[in-house]
């Protein structure tokens, strides 16, 4: 199994800029895809991006395609977040997740949270009009 700690978030204003990271332990991590989802108060969880475990595909989800940017070191056991131009509705806790790379990365599956089995505990991002 992997364990995930997110870092990064806080408080920024509208227009601003926030890089999440997310640190694995445990497994190996080049074994997993992983994604970042989203999820703010009163509302579902949302796909915001996921990257497969070689890196050859990425996805974003509608609302921040062209504002956030997903990388990942498998040396470094690392994958993260690069947020620009943040709205207020961006406002959410974020969280990492992995995914066995044993699945395909297909789009359809990397945005559905449910084919992610290992979470992280969220790091909250804030951003004011």
């Known amino acids: 199994q992997v364990q995930l700690v997110e870092s990064g978030g806080g408080l920024v204003q509208a227009g601003g800029s926030l890089r999440l990271s997310c640190a694995a332990s445990?497994?190996?991590?080049?074994?997993?895809?992983m994604g970042w989802f989203r999820q703010a108060p009163g509302k579902e969880r949302e796909f915001v991006s996921a990257i497969s475990w070689n890196d050859i595909y990425t996805y974003f989800g509608d609302s921040v395609k062209g504002r956030f940017t997903i990388s990942r070191d498998n040396l470094k056991k690392t994958v993260s977040l690069e947020m620009k131009n943040l709205k207020p509705e961006d406002t959410a806790i974020y969280y990492c997740a992995a995914s066995s790379r044993l699945l395909p990365a297909t789009a359809q599956r990397m945005a559905a949270a449910d084919n992610f089995p290992f979470w992280g505990q969220g790091t909250q991002v804030t951003v004011s009009s």
């Open positions: 445990g497994d190996t991590f080049s074994s997993y895809h």
